[in-house]
């Protein structure tokens, strides 16, 4: 398990990426929305409202195949998120990275920055490189 703080359990890694498709502020997916959207995906019931539930709550915890590679699926992540901590780790950093993205101030420089030519951007990281010693001398980048 290198690479892996600690290993997690289904419960936990189906509990983080719900809360990492959750809005900032707003509700996070019913149950019944995750396994009505899996199963338009799929074009058949593949999974019910319940059993999500469980998997979430670590009521089960032995899914079939099918089930894992579905909610894989709906929170576009690869399957073997749920078997690999180290895959789960390096996803659940990029995860992270997305949701900052996802709105606030780094949004917006991201979207400001965006028709920079390469030498501004690299002079705007050096910029970026500054502030952050002024504001945490003891941090390295």
Not at 35 to 43: H, T, V
């Amino acid at each position: 398990m290198e690479g892996s703080a600690t290993r997690s359990s289904l419960a936990d890694k189906i509990d983080r990426l719900i809360r990492i498709v959750t809005p900032e502020g707003g509700p996070a997916p019913s149950y019944n929305e995750i396994a009505r959207a899996i199963d338009e995906a799929a074009g058949e019931r593949v999974i019910s409202p319940s059993y999500i539930w469980k998997l979430h709550k670590g009521e089960a915890d032995n899914p079939r195949l099918n089930h894992l590679e579905a909610l894989a699926g709906y929170f576009a992540v690869p399957t073997e998120y749920f078997f690999n901590d180290a895959v789960a780790d390096r996803v659940d950093e990029q995860l992270r990275l997305l949701q900052i993205l996802k709105g606030g101030p780094i949004r917006t420089l991201a979207l400001r920055a965006n028709d920079l030519s390469p030498e501004s951007l690299r002079m705007l990281g050096d910029m970026i490189n500054r502030l952050r010693d002024l504001e945490q001398p003891d941090t390295k980048h």
